[in-house]
Nanobody, 124 residues
Framework: EEPLVESGGGSVQAGGSLRLSCGVS????????MAWFRQVPGKEREAVAV???????WYADSVKGRFTISLDVTKKTLYLQMNSLKPEDAAMYFC??????????????????WGQGTQVTVSS
């Protein structure tokens, strides 16, 4: 019944890579934005990467050049390729989505749909 389900989290060494996946159940609409958020204890969730139906992409400054967001419509799966991981990247990563919205909404507001999160740990 969960519309978004994340996977791919784990523990890696600094400088390593992980690819997170978010499986989408049901329909993929013509207009939407999808995003990856992350959260650490004591801090608010922050958007790290966003993509919309027009393939417009946004990244937080902290991950530019290291993370890549992509969406495979055929497989109904959102991905976050994370390279050159740093200890400060360690967090619970959440997949999120909003219908009828552009990348701007997902980057600046709270999407409606959320997954349960997948933990990423980066060791020094």
């Amino acid at each position: 019944e969960e519309p978004l389900v994340e996977s791919g989290g784990g523990s890696v060494q600094a400088g390593g890579s992980l690819r997170l996946s978010c499986g989408v159940s049901g329909y993929i609409y013509s207009s939407f934005c999808m995003a990856w958020f992350r959260q650490v204890p004591g801090k608010e969730r922050e958007a790290v990467a966003v993509i919309d139906a027009d393939d417009k992409i946004w990244y937080a400054d902290s991950v530019k050049g290291r993370f890549t967001i992509s969406l495979d419509v055929t497989k109904k799966t959102l991905y976050l390729q994370m390279n050159s991981l740093k200890p400060e990247d360690a967090a619970m990563y959440f997949c999120a989505a909003e219908l009828g919205a552009t990348y701007y909404y997902c980057a600046n507001s709270r999407p409606t749909y959320w997954g349960q999160g997948t933990q990423v740990t980066v060791s020094s």
